[in-house]
Nanobody
Framework: QVQLVESGGGLVQAGASLRLSCAAS????????AGWFRQAPGKEREFVAA????????NYGDSVEGRFTIFTDNAKNTVYLQMNSVKPEDTAVYYC?????????????????WGQGTQVTVSS
């Protein structure tokens, strides 16, 4: 399994943009499907976005579609989450995850490798 390290979180105002990064080490990210999930205090971990290793299958959660974009840079072995027009309800810890086989599933149980997370806080 690759090791995943998220970065890019922070405190931003509503309406701003933020880009999260998930850098993989110990292997090539290009053979995995990668996803982003988030967890707010007292809530279950929620699917945000996922992209298959080929880039041909992309999936977004209903609450972020049209505002967030997931993309990979295989040369940098990194998957990104571009967050635009953020809202206070986007406040959560954001986790990067990978799965070796299968497409861009929204089910967190389909992913078997997780990063430590990065905090995103959106003020109103």
């Amino acid at each position: 399994q690759v090791q995943l390290v998220e970065s890019g979180g922070g405190l931003v105002q509503a309406g701003a943009s933020l880009r999260l990064s998930c850098a993989a080490s110990g292997g090539s990210l290009s053979i995995y499907t990668a996803g982003w999930f988030r967890q707010a205090p007292g809530k279950e971990r929620e699917f945000v976005a996922a992209v298959s290793w080929s880039g041909g299958n992309v999936n977004y959660g209903d609450s972020v579609e049209g505002r967030f974009t997931i993309f990979t840079d295989n040369a940098k072995n990194t998957v990104y989450l571009q967050m635009n027009s953020v809202k206070p309800e986007d406040t959560a810890v954001y986790y990067c995850a990978t799965r070796r086989f299968g497409g861009a599933s929204p089910e967190r149980t389909d992913y078997d490798n997780w990063g430590q997370g990065t905090q995103v806080t959106v003020s109103s």
